[in-house]
């Protein structure tokens, strides 16, 4: 499978954007996507999944309430809602996926997608 992030850009503080996550090779039935991202100087850090399967979620506690993560009908997008943003949610957003059934790390991952706020 391959991964196609989109939607980064320049926002202000409070402001909100949305990330998109395009898979081709095939749907994300059966795989778990997640959202993850890199500030400068960090370690990258897990943002946000949702199962393909049953469609739960999860959130790291720094975006709850803030950040959404969805998929379209098809099954082959997954979004990030990003409302309300910081500062310190700059960084490079990457999604990813693996299988339902894995606890393992994801092995599949997209380019990136810069995201900036200002204050």
């Known amino acids: 499978v391959q991964l196609q992030a989109s939607g980064g850009g320049l926002v202000q503080a409070g402001g909100s954007l949305r990330l998109s996550c395009t898979a081709s090779?095939?749907?994300?039935?059966?795989?778990?996507a997640g959202w993850f991202r890199q500030a400068p100087g960090k370690e990258r850090e897990f943002v946000a999944s949702?199962?393909?399967?049953?469609?739960?979620?999860r959130y790291a506690d720094s975006v709850k309430g803030r950040f959404t993560i969805s998929r379209d009908n098809a099954r082959t997008t997954v979004y990030l809602q990003m409302n309300n943003v910081k500062p310190e949610d700059t960084g490079v957003y990457y999604c990813?996926?693996?299988?339902?059934?894995?606890?393992?790390?994801?092995?599949?991952w997209g380019q990136g997608t810069l995201v900036t706020v200002s204050s």
């Open positions: 990813a996926v693996r299988s339902v059934w894995s606890t393992n790390e994801y092995p599949h």
């Open positions: 090779g095939r749907t994300l039935s059966t795989l778990e």
């Open positions: 949702i199962s393909g399967l049953s469609g739960s979620t």
